[in-house]
Structures are given as structure tokens and as C-alpha cells.
């Protein structure tokens, strides 16, 4: 993913644009992504250092436009796979080596050569697998294994949509009007949102089938860092997966962090979107739930429920009681912002009818008793892991009996 300092944008007033990425500008890309791709492979099995070092070789040939090719370099840099090495191996054969060694100089006779194979020796491996794991936890020492970034022009096509990507990341706000050929579609894009966690408020749009989302973005909380900045920006090819699309974003741009509004829209995006899939932590307790005797069966396509002039809600989950076919809404809160919490007690409040459980984690510091006074919603804090038994007691609480 880019980072806001390889995008090229152009400012007029309170507006942030892209450079638009026209013919000439889709060639460059490509030709820059190919070169640097073909000295990618040839390079398969050299150390991190050696292929760094070829790679920017490469892109000083390309001296017109440096930002561009720096954006198109970390694009393939991304794709890159490279050995993955255990660092506490690494670490003891040193601390068994350089024992061995000491030991040789105390005696007056030390080789290199010759402790190294009594190391090898003692562990009962070569002395060039003791020469490969040496170092290998050092990054620059890490073999390149596979090269798996995209085709220069898949890349060049989604070059607009990685720029955008990475203004998001200065983003307060994002709101994104979609529009959708069907039901399916909607539903792919709302879980996609939740397996990214960014909970976000869905109305309907002005247009029949179209809706409208809002996103906090990282700069707007207290506590958000990078990480959550790199779950918003996950998210636009989500959003560009749909038919239509258009977002607008209040970002700060700049080492000054001026304030400014950037829009962008498009069709169709080449390429699937995100598979939606469930958070690890709700996905964990799913198979614990699965595997306890409760009474309870999960439905793990749950329909949106819509409460019309005042949001809808995507749950997670929904459970079906076996004994009497009583049903309640599950869903997962955010841990970015308390505030995810109270836009659902919100709708509660509002009159959504169904019964629902929320659970939210205790870091975000809120209370069970918000819905006490509710009959068709509860909120349940977990601590670490949500319990199974913990959320069996709401279910039958709300489903009565």
C-alpha cells in the first residue's frame, strides 16, 4: 500500500486531486512496473540486500518522474515474498558459536573454518546450513521466495485507486455513496466493512437501491494509530467493487495538516472485491458455540436490518433456539470508538425491533446497564474472549424463558 508522500496531488483552495492518470502517465507505470518486476524474479533466492540494491538501480533509470517510480516500486515491493526465519535459532547458534570461538582463541587456536564445523557438527546439520542460519533473522539477510505483486497492467489500472488509498489515511471523515445491481452485492460490501471493524452508519441514499456510509477516519480518533488507517484504506476496493461509486473525505494533507475535502468515483472496479469473513476473535468463539451443547443453532448469513430514518444494522450472526424457533440479532462492535456503541444504542432507542445482542470489548469502557432498559436489546462486555456462556444468558434472556 502507498504511503501519503509517494501521492501526487494537486491542491486548488480546499480541494486535494489526484494527477490524473491519463495514457501517457499508464504507460510509464507499466513499463516502470515491468522492469522492475523482471529484475524481481531474476533475483528469486538472493538475500532482501541484493534485490533492494538491483531494485533501486532500476528505478534511478527511470529519472523523469522519481515519486511515480518510488509509488510503482513500493507496489511491487509489496508483493515480494521473503523467508520468514526464527530469530531465537539464529540468536543460539550465535550465542553456541561465539562460545566455541572464545574458547579456540583462549586455547591459541582458533579457524574460523574449523569451529564453524564443530558447531555444525554438535547441532548435527551441515556447516553451510550453519553459515545460511547465522544471520537470517537480520531482514537484509531474508531470501526472496516468490514474487506475487500484480501484472504491470493490473497495477497501472489500480494505481488511481492505491493513490486514493493512501490520502485516506489522513482522513477525519469518508462518506461513500454506492449504488448496487443487487441485494448480494450490498451485503458483500457491508461485511466487508465489519471484517475491517470500521462499523460504519449506513442510510439509504437518495437513489432507489443506493446507500450512503460514513466512516470515521484515523485522524478523527483518539486512539485509532496506523492500524486502523490501514483498515480504512482496505476498505475502497470494498467500496469500488460496487456498480457506482463516489466517496468524499475530509483529510489533513500536508506536514501542516491543512484541512482539505478530496472526492473521487468510478465504476466497477477491475478485480474482486474483499471476501468477507469473520473477525479471528468472533470467528473463535464461533467454533467454541458450535461445539457447546446451548440450545442454540448459529445462522452465519443474517439479514440487514434496515430501521428507515435511522440507519440500518449488519449484524454478525444470528441465533435460532432449537426448542422454540426464537431468533436474536448478533453483533460485534468496534474497538476503535466508544462512540460505535452508542450510535447502536441509538437505533435501539429509535425503535429497532428486532432482538439483538451487542458485544463490545471492555477497552472501550461502556457499560452493560446502557440497555437495561431495553426488551429487545442487551450489551455484553467481554474482557478478553467472548464467552459462550456469557452470551448464551442474553440469548435467553431477550428470547424470554
Given at each position: 500500500m502507498l504511503?501519503?508522500?509517494?501521492?501526487?496531488?494537486?491542491?486548488?483552495?480546499?480541494?486535494?486531486?489526484?494527477?490524473?492518470?491519463?495514457?501517457?502517465?499508464?504507460?510509464?507505470?507499466r513499463t516502470v512496473a515491468s522492469a522492475l518486476l523482471d529484475e524481481a524474479r531474476a533475483l528469486v533466492g538472493r538475500s532482501r540486500d541484493d534485490v533492494e540494491s538491483a531494485l533501486r538501480e532500476t528505478q534511478d533509470a527511470f529519472a523523469d518522474d522519481r515519486r511515480l517510480t518510488a509509488a510503482v516500486g513500493k507496489l511491487v515491493r509489496d508483493g515480494l515474498q521473503f523467508q520468514q526465519s526464527d530469530p531465537a535459532l539464529s540468536a543460539d547458534l550465535r550465542r553456541d558459536l561465539f562460545q566455541r570461538a572464545a574458547q579456540a582463541r583462549r586455547a591459541g587456536g582458533f579457524?574460523?573454518?574449523?569451529?564453524?564445523?564443530?558447531?555444525?557438527?554438535?547441532?548435527?546439520?551441515?556447516?553451510?546450513?550453519?553459515?545460511?542460519?547465522?544471520?537470517?533473522?537480520?531482514?537484509?539477510?531474508?531470501?526472496?521466495?516468490?514474487?506475487?505483486?500484480?501484472?504491470?497492467?493490473?497495477?497501472?489500472?489500480?494505481?488511481?485507486?492505491?493513490?486514493?488509498?493512501?490520502?485516506l489515511l489522513r482522513a477525519t471523515k469518508v462518506v461513500a455513496h454506492v449504488h448496487a445491481a443487487d441485494a448480494a452485492s450490498y451485503r458483500h460490501l457491508f461485511r466487508s466493512l465489519k471484517f475491517l471493524r470500521l462499523?460504519?452508519?449506513?442510510?439509504?441514499?437518495?437513489?432507489?437501491?443506493?446507500?450512503?456510509?460514513?466512516?470515521?477516519?484515523p485522524?478523527?480518533?483518539f486512539q485509532a494509530g496506523a492500524k486502523y488507517g490501514l483498515q480504512l484504506a482496505l476498505a475502497l476496493p470494498a467500496v469500488a467493487a460496487c456498480d457506482a461509486w463516489a466517496i468524499e473525505a475530509d483529510v489533513r494533507w500536508g506536514a501542516e495538516r491543512r484541512p482539505a475535502r478530496f472526492r473521487l468515483s468510478g465504476h466497477a472496479a477491475a478485480g474482486p472485491g474483499l471476501q468477507p469473513a469473520l473477525p479471528d476473535e468472533l470467528a473463535a468463539f464461533v467454533d467454541a458455540f458450535e461445539r457447546a451443547e446451548t440450545g442454540w443453532r448459529i445462522d452465519r448469513e443474517p439479514a440487514v436490518l434496515d430501521l428507515p430514518g435511522a440507519g440500518l444494522c449488519v449484524p454478525d450472526l444470528a441465533f435460532e433456539r432449537a426448542s422454540d424457533g426464537a431468533r436474536v440479532f448478533f453483533e460485534l462492535l468496534g474497538f476503535w470508538s466508544r462512540e460505535a456503541v452508542f450510535r447502536r444504542i441509538d437505533l435501539v432507542r429509535a425503535g429497532l425491533p428486532q432482538r439483538i445482542l451487542f458485544a463490545a470489548s471492555k477497552t472501550l469502557r461502556v457499560s452493560e446497564a446502557l440497555l437495561d432498559e431495553s426488551p429487545t436489546a442487551a450489551l455484553y462486555i467481554f474482557t478478553r474472549a467472548i464467552a459462550v456462556r456469557a452470551v448464551v444468558r442474553h440469548l435467553d434472556s431477550l428470547a424470554g424463558g
Open positions: 504511503t501519503a508522500d509517494l501521492v501526487t496531488v494537486r491542491r486548488r483552495g480546499d480541494e486535494l486531486r489526484l494527477l490524473a492518470t491519463d495514457e501517457d502517465r499508464r504507460a510509464l507505470i579457524d574460523r573454518a574449523a569451529v564453524i564445523d564443530q558447531t555444525a557438527e554438535g547441532r548435527g546439520v551441515t556447516a553451510a546450513a550453519v553459515e545460511e542460519t547465522l544471520f537470517a533473522d537480520r531482514p537484509g539477510a531474508q531470501r526472496l521466495l516468490a514474487v506475487e505483486s500484480p501484472s504491470p497492467a493490473a497495477l497501472a489500472d489500480r494505481f488511481t485507486l492505491a493513490e486514493a488509498q493512501a490520502v462499523l460504519p452508519v449506513i442510510t439509504r441514499g437518495a437513489e432507489a437501491h443506493g446507500y450512503t456510509i460514513e466512516i470515521d477516519g485522524l478523527s480518533l
